[in-house]
Nanobody, 120 residues
Framework: DVQLVESGGGSVQAGGSLRLSCVGSGDTYRRRSMGWFRQAPGKEREGVATISTLDGISKYADSVKGRFSISVGEDTVYLQMNSLIPEDTAMYYC????????????????WGQGTQVTVS
């Protein structure tokens, strides 16, 4: 099985930065693709960024391109968030899957518990 534990959320003023981390454990094969989704109150879950741990290829939602950056370390995926705006306020979830490459929530088998990001 796979466990994902997020950290790094918090409250920040507009224009500020945060760095989210997600430590994964369990079957490495099942964590070949990792990423971040978010969900704001009353809104659908939205794919933010994904990355392949095999080749480093990443994808971003249009709403975060140029502001957010996803990267991987040993058993960890990071989301560097710069130039934050109030619309970025949401619960951010780390995800993993052996095969997924898209930003569709249904593509990912494994989800963390989430970390809250609030931008004011």
């Amino acid at each position: 099985d796979v466990q994902l534990v997020e950290s790094g959320g918090g409250s920040v003023q507009a224009g500020g930065s945060l760095r989210l981390s997600c430590v994964g454990s369990g079957d490495t094969y099942r964590r070949r693709s990792m990423g971040w989704f978010r969900q704001a109150p009353g809104k659908e879950r939205e794919g933010v960024a994904t990355i392949s741990t095999l080749d480093g290829i990443s994808k971003y939602a249009d709403s975060v391109k140029g502001r957010f950056s996803i990267s991987v370390g040993e058993d960890t995926v990071y989301l560097q968030m710069n130039s934050l705006i109030p619309e970025d306020t949401a619960m951010y979830y780390c995800v993993a899957d052996p095969w997924a490459t898209s930003l569709r929530a249904t593509s990912y088998d494994y989800w963390g518990q989430g970390t809250q990001v609030t931008v004011s």
